[in-house]
C-alpha cells in the first residue's frame, strides 16, 4: 500500500469503532479525507461539474434516533434552527448572505433529518475565496455555534407544525400505525422524524439547547467540500476554522440500536378514508452486513439480480388484462444500519386483494420451483452491466453535489466511494462468478415466513373485505400444493424495424443566428431538424420534436379518449412488439423515449447515448409509422380509470384541483373532468384514432437533437430514420378555446371532510401582456421576490405554513398571457389572516417596488441562472425550438447580463401595476369541515 493508502485505511477502522459499520475498501486517490485533532472528520474532492462550482455538505451523525422520550422531534427541529441565527451569522444574515450571492434556498441550500443522521447542504456557489470562506463559516456556526433564540424558536414552532400537518396524508398516517410493529418496539419504531406535536409546540427552550450541545460536536461532524477548488488550500482552511473547536469533556456516547427479529411471522390491518387501494406489503428482515467490501457488493448484487427478475415478471403479469394487481414488485431495502428488508408489494384492483395476493405468490413459487430462464438470467446481467459501463463513460458528468452526497454517506454508513472504472471492475467479475443457483438459493430463504411481517393496508371501508393472518398463511400453504407450470420467456428476436429504409438527401442547410454550433437540415421528405454538437455531456445526446395543435384540435366529446391516447400506445408497444417483447429487445440499452400530447401540441423527447442513437430513432419512427394499440389493455385501462373516477374524491387534493380547473377555465366544457356519466365518452376508437391524427404528419414536427456527437457522423442516421417518415407538408396551428377564467375576480370557499384539518389556499393573478425577454426578466424578479417575502412573512413571522409556493411564468400560446400561481397549506385558525398577505405583497411591489436588498437578490439569481443553464444541453435545445417555434432570437450571455442590470426598482413597480392592472384574480380555499 502506499503511505497515503495506508492511513487512509487506519482512520476507516477507526471510523467503524465508533459508527458500527466499516469499509476496506478505500477512498479514490483524488479524495483527500482527514481527521482533525477534536474529532471532525473531513472530505475534499476536486470536480468541474458543475464548472466554477463549489458544493458544501455538513453531515452530522445524529439523528431523531438519539432523542430521549423527553426530546421527540429535537433533532428536526435544531435542523430548522440553523437557518435562524448563529455567532457569525445572526438573525437570517445566513439566508441573506447566501441568497445575495443568486443562491436560492430549497434548491442550492437546505438540509434533511433522518433517524440516524443530519444532514447540511450548500450547493452551486461561486468558486471565489471570499465565498468559499463565508461558506465554511457557515459550517463552522453549524457546528456549535447556533445561536437559538427564544423568539425564533417560537417562529419555527408553527413552521415544524405546518410541516407536520402537510405531511401527514393517509399513506403516511397509516405507516405511523406500521412502523412500531415492523420495527419490533424498537427505537426506531419510536421515533417520528417531526416529532410530537403538542411537544413541539411547549418544549422548554433549554431542552433545545441541551440536546444540541450533547449531540452537535466535532467528533460526530464530517465537513465535505467538493468543486473547482485548490485541495491544498481548502484542508488548511478547514483545519484553521474547525480546528479550533473543542471536544466537550465526558461527551456521551453515541449510542448505536438494533432492530429486534419476529420469532413468528407478523401482521398488521390498517385503514384510512383517504387511502384509495387496498394492498399488501410482506418484508421480511434481514441482517445487512457491517463491512461494506466486495463481499456485501456482490451480496447486493445477487439481490438487485433476484428482485429485478421477478419485479419484471410480475410487473408482465399486471399488463395482462385478467390481472387482478394493478402493481406488483419486490425489492431489497436498509430498515436501519444494521437491518435490511427484502419488501413484496401488491396493489391490487378493487375487491381483488386475496386474488391479487395468490396471483403474486403463484409467480414466487414458480421461480422457487423452477428458477429463471437463462435469457431473464443474461438479460438482467446485461442491463446492470451496461449501467455500470455507462457511468465509466459518464464520470466526468458527475455533479458535485452528489459527489459530496457519496462522500456523507461513506462517514454516515460507510458506503463504498470508488470512481466507476474500479466499480466496473469488481461488478464484471462478480457478474461472472454469479450463478442461477444462487439466485434461486435466495428465493428460497422466502420460504420461511417466521421473521416477516404482513402489512395489510387499504380504504376505511366496511363494505371491503381484508384477509387475516391466517388466510394469508393459508393461500401459501395452498399455492405450495398446487400444480406450477415453468415460466415461458415471452421475446422477439426479430429487428424493430422489418422494411427497408434507404438514406434520404438534404435539400438544404441552415444556420441560426446567434446559435453558431447549430446546424439546419431540411431533409427530402419535409422534414426540419437542428443539431446542436456539444461537449458538455461526456455521452449523453437528447432530442424533442414539436409540433402545434394538441388537444386543442380535438373535439369536446373526444377529450376524455385524447387523454388515454399516449397511454394506449405506451402500453400496447411497437410494429411487431408488443410493450413486453419491446422492453427485453431493448434490455441493455439507455434510452428514455415517449411521446406527449398537451393544450396545443404534441411533441417526443428522448434522452440516450451514442451507442443507443440509431435505437432512439428507430422507436421514433415506429411512433410515427407504426404505433401498435391493443383492444383488451385499452379495456383493462378503462376499467381501473372507472375504479379510480368512483374513489377520486375520497382525497380532498382531488376535490381542491377540481374546483382549481373550473375556476381557472370559467368552467370551460372542455376542462371538466371524466366522471362515471361521461365514461362512455372514452372509447379505444377515438383514443385510437386521436393518436394517429396527431402524429400522423411527421413533417409538422421540428426535431432538435443536442449532444456529444460529430455531426458528419450521425447525420446519416437522422436521413435514413426521419427521412423516411410520412409527412404531407401542412401546417397546423392549435385552436383558442378560451380556457380563461371569467373576467374580474372568481371567488371560491368550501369545506372538506378531511382526517388532518387543514386550509389549502389557491390565489392566481393572470392576464395579457406582452412577451419579451425584458418582460420575462420582470416578472421572474417580481415572482422570486413574492417567494422571499412570504416565507418572510407566512412562513417565518406567522408560522403559518411550511412553505408558499409561487409558480406561473409568461407563455405565448394561444397568446401572450401571464400567470402567478401562489398556493399553501396553513392552519386554518391562521388562514384569513394569511390569505390577505397574499395580495398585500403584491401591492406592495406594485406601489413601492421591491427593497433594494430583494431586487439584489434577484438578479444575482438570475445572472447565476443563465451563467449555469448556458452549460447545459436543454438550455440550447430550448433556445433553438424558441427560435424556431416562435421566431425568438437568441440573446447571448453578455446581452441578457446587460439587460439584467438596467432593471431599476421603479421597472419592477410599474411592471407590477401593469400585471395587476391587466390581471384577473382567482382565489380558490378549502377548508376542513367542521
Not at 464530517?222 to 488550500?233: L, S, T
Amino acid at each position: 500500500m502506499k503511505k497515503n493508502q495506508i492511513a487512509i485505511f487506519v482512520l476507516m477502522i477507526a471510523m467503524s469503532i465508533q459508527a458500527q459499520v466499516s469499509t476496506t475498501i478505500p477512498l479514490p486517490e483524488d479524495v483527500k479525507m482527514g481527521k482533525l485533532d477534536n474529532g471532525l472528520t473531513y472530505y475534499i474532492l476536486q470536480n468541474d461539474e458543475p464548472k466554477d462550482r463549489v458544493s458544501f455538505y455538513f453531515a452530522q451523525n445524529v439523528g431523531a434516533i438519539l432523542e430521549e422520550d423527553d426530546e421527540d422531534g429535537l433533532a428536526h427541529f435544531l435542523e430548522h434552527m440553523a437557518f435562524n441565527g448563529s455567532k457569525n451569522f445572526p438573525k437570517k444574515a445566513l439566508v441573506n448572505f447566501l441568497e445575495e450571492n443568486g443562491l436560492v434556498f430549497g434548491r442550492d441550500f437546505n438540509a434533511y433529518t433522518g433517524h440516524d443522521e443530519t444532514v447540511y447542504n450548500i450547493d452551486n456557489v461561486p468558486a471565489k475565496d471570499d465565498l468559499i470562506d463565508k461558506c465554511l463559516l457557515i459550517l463552522h456556526d453549524w457546528s456549535g455555534s447556533l445561536s437559538l433564540k427564544d423568539k425564533e424558536i417560537d417562529n419555527e414552532r408553527g413552521v415544524i407544525a405546518e410541516e407536520w400537518r402537510q405531511s401527514r396524508s393517509g399513506r403516511r398516517r397509516i405507516y405511523k400505525k406500521v412502523q412500531p410493529v415492523l420495527f419490533n418496539d424498537s427505537q426506531y419504531g419510536k421515533r417520528d422524524i417531526i416529532g410530537n406535536l403538542d411537544f413541539i409546540n411547549s418544549f422548554p427552550y433549554q431542552s433545545l439547547h441541551n440536546y444540541y450541545k450533547k449531540w452537535y460536536r466535532p467528533d460526530l461532524q464530517a465537513v465535505i467540500v467538493v468543486g473547482n477548488i485548490d485541495v491544498a488550500n481548502i484542508e488548511q482552511k478547514i483545519k484553521t476554522v474547525f480546528g479550533a473547536i473543542k471536544m466537550p469533556e465526558n461527551a456521551k456516547k453515541r449510542p448505536y440500536y438494533s432492530v429486534p427479529d419476529f420469532k413468528e411471522t407478523q401482521y398488521i390491518l390498517t385503514k384510512d378514508p383517504e387511502v384509495t387501494v387496498a394492498s399488501i406489503d410482506w418484508t421480511f428482515k434481514q441482517e445487512l452486513s457491517k463491512v461494506r467490501d466486495e463481499s456485501s457488493m456482490r451480496k447486493d448484487l445477487v439481490q438487485t439480480i433476484t428482485a429485478s427478475m421477478l419485479s419484471d415478471r410480475l410487473q408482465e403479469k399486471t399488463q395482462d388484462p385478467n390481472s387482478t394487481a394493478h402493481y406488483m414488485a419486490m425489492s431489497y431495502e436498509p430498515l436501519a444500519l444494521d437491518k435490511g428488508s427484502c419488501s413484496i408489494t401488491i396493489a391490487a384492483k378493487d375487491g381483488k386483494i386475496r386474488e391479487a395476493f395468490q396471483e403474486f405468490y403463484e409467480e414466487l413459487v414458480r421461480a422457487q420451483n423452477f428458477g429463471f430462464t437463462t435469457s431473464e438470467f443474461e438479460r438482467i446481467k446485461k442491463i446492470i452491466l451496461n449501467e455500470y459501463q455507462a457511468a465509466v463513460k459518464q464520470e466526468k458528468d458527475k455533479t458535485n453535489d452528489g459527489l459530496a452526497g457519496e462522500l456523507s454517506m461513506h462517514f454516515l454508513q460507510a458506503q463504498p466511494v470508488m470512481k466507476a472504472k474500479k466499480s466496473l471492475e469488481i461488478v464484471k467479475k462478480q457478474l461472472a462468478g454469479i450463478t442461477q443457483e444462487e439466485v434461486s438459493a435466495l428465493l428460497q430463504q422466502l420460504k420461511n415466513t417466521d421473521n416477516s411481517i404482513f402489512s395489510v393496508t387499504g380504504p376505511n371501508d366496511s363494505s371491503i373485505s381484508y384477509p387475516t393472518k391466517e388466510e394469508l398463511l393459508g393461500f401459501i400453504a395452498n399455492v405450495n400444493n398446487l400444480k406450477i407450470e415453468n415460466y415461458q420467456d415471452d421475446t422477439n428476436n426479430s429487428p424493430l424495424i422489418s422494411e427497408t429504409l434507404e438514406t434520404k438527401p438534404v435539400l438544404k442547410k441552415y444556420t441560426i443566428k446567434g446559435i453558431e454550433k447549430a446546424q439546419g437540415f431540411i431533409l427530402a421528405n419535409g422534414i426540419d431538424m437542428v443539431l446542436y454538437p456539444s461537449k458538455e455531456s461526456e455521452d449523453e445526446i437528447s432530442m424533442e420534436a414539436v409540433s402545434f395543435g394538441g388537444r386543442s384540435k380535438v373535439e369536446t366529446d373526444d377529450l376524455y379518449s385524447a387523454s388515454q391516447a399516449i397511454s394506449l400506445v405506451e402500453n400496447s408497444g411497437l410494429g411487431d412488439f408488443t410493450q413486453t417483447q419491446l422492453s427485453k429487445k431493448r434490455a441493455g440499452s439507455r434510452i428514455l423515449l415517449r411521446p406527449d400530447m398537451s393544450e396545443f401540441t404534441e411533441s417526443i423527447f428522448g434522452i440516450t447515448t451514442r451507442k443507443d442513437l440509431e435505437t432512439l430513432l428507430q422507436l421514433t419512427y415506429l411512433y410515427f409509422e407504426n404505433p401498435r394499440f391493443d383492444k383488451a389493455l385499452f379495456e383493462s385501462q378503462k376499467s381501473s380509470i372507472k375504479e379510480a373516477i368512483q374513489k377520486r374524491y375520497k382525497q380532498p387534493r382531488n376535490v381542491f384541483m377540481d374546483s382549481i380547473r373550473r375556476a381557472i377555465t370559467n368552467k370551460n366544457k372542455r376542462s371538466l373532468p371524466l366522471t362515471l356519466e361521461n365514461l362512455d365518452k372514452l372509447t379505444f376508437e377515438k383514443a385510437r384514432n386521436i393518436y394517429k391524427q396527431r402524429f400522423a404528419d411527421a413533417g409538422d414536427f421540428t426535431f432538435v437533437i443536442s449532444g456529444n456527437f460529430d455531426v458528419e457522423k450521425v447525420l446519416p442516421l437522422f436521413q435514413k430514420y426521419l427521412g423516411n417518415l410520412k409527412t404531407d407538408n401542412t401546417k397546423e396551428k392549435w385552436i383558442d378555446h378560451n380556457l380563461k377564467p371569467k373576467d374580474g375576480e372568481t371567488l371560491i370557499s368550501f369545506n372538506q371532510k378531511m382526517e388532518t384539518p387543514k386550509t389549502t389556499v389557491f390565489y392566481q393573478l393572470s392576464g395579457d401582456i406582452l412577451y419579451s425577454e425584458r418582460n420575462k426578466i420582470l416578472y421572474n424578479i417580481i415572482t422570486g421576490t413574492l417567494d422571499r417575502r412570504y416565507t418572510q412573512t407566512i412562513r417565518e413571522a406567522e408560522g403559518g405554513s411550511y412553505g408558499v409556493n409561487v409558480s406561473g411564468g409568461l407563455s405565448r400560446i394561444p397568446n401572450d398571457k401571464f400567470k402567478i400561481n401562489i398556493e399553501f397549506d396553513c392552519n386554518p385558525d391562521k388562514a384569513e389572516k394569511l390569505l390577505t398577505i397574499v395580495p398585500e405583497e403584491i401591492n406592495v411591489i406594485a406601489e413601492k417596488g421591491p427593497s433594494a436588498l430583494n431586487l439584489k437578490k434577484a438578479k444575482e439569481t438570475l445572472i447565476k441562472g443563465r451563467t449555469e443553464a448556458v452549460k447545459i444541453d436543454y438550455f440550447w435545445s430550448e433556445q433553438i425550438l424558441q427560435y424556431k417555434l416562435h421566431g425568438s432570437n437568441y440573446l447571448s450571455l453578455k446581452e441578457y447580463k446587460k439587460l439584467v442590470e438596467t432593471i431599476t426598482e421603479e421597472d419592477v413597480k410599474n411592471f407590477a401595476k401593469q400585471l395587476l392592472n391587466n390581471s384577473d384574480v382567482v382565489e380558490v380555499v378549502m377548508n376542513p369541515e367542521k
